[in-house]
């Protein structure tokens, strides 16, 4: 799930960034951001879309498992389904400073004019859909603090290069199978 909807939004992006461009070469890539190993060399640009944290929704976690019938007629428990948080930087490397910060500006182009993806209820599956599953994504520029960033730059072993953070809300994961069987309710008594 995290994968296809990672993909989704490269795709929309590469689009949108392409705009009549008749290069073979992708301008933006899943990856980790620029590094200055071997295989990135001899590249002029990269710009990288990555996965930089995940989180956990609380606000609308259920704590306690379904009851939901199958087609057999029979109930059973489901535990609940996660809700994700994606945080997602893109990065741009560019020999020419000034091309990766235009890049950068048609990115939060992008996402300020696009910033929920939902597919329209009722249609066929098309390629500009989100993935199976996913009903919908809402994109929010995510702002760190200098400490932050450092810290985030830190991690990844590089320095600054320009980028951008976008909160990416919520992926649902609903991947547990109903097994354990519940009896239904069928009566309910009371008494004053």
């Known amino acids: 799930m995290i994968y296809d909807v990672m993909n989704f939004l490269k795709q929309r992006l590469e689009a949108y960034l392409a705009g009549g461009r008749a290069s073979a070469e992708p301008l933006v890539v899943l990856s980790n951001p620029w590094s200055d190993n071997d295989s990135n060399q001899n590249s002029t640009f990269l710009n990288a879309i990555s996965l930089i944290n995940l989180e956990e929704e609380k606000t609308f976690k259920s704590q306690l498992p379904s009851i939901v019938q199958k087609g057999s007629g029979q109930y059973y428990k489901k535990e609940p389904d996660i809700k994700l948080n994606l945080y997602v930087m893109i990065s741009t490397y560019h020999k020419n400073y000034e091309d990766g910060l235009k890049f950068l500006s048609r990115v939060v182009g992008f996402f300020q004019a696009n910033s929920v993806f ?3 209820p009722g249609s066929a599956p098309h390629k ?24 985030i730059w830190g991690s990844l072993s590089i320095g600054y290069i320009p980028s951008v953070i976008y909160k990416i809300r919520m992926i649902i994961v609903d991947q547990a199978p109903a ?14």
């Not at 500009?128 to 810290?151: C, H």
């Not at 097994?179 to 004053?192: D, G, L, Q, V």
């Open 118 to 120: 939902q597919n329209s």
């Open 128 to 151: 500009d859909e989100l993935p199976e599953g996913v009903e919908k994504v809402i994109a929010e520029l995510y702002t760190a603090g200098f400490e932050q960033q450092n810290q």
């Open 179 to 192: 097994e354990e069987r519940a009896n239904p309710i069928k009566e309910i008594k009371t008494s004053f």
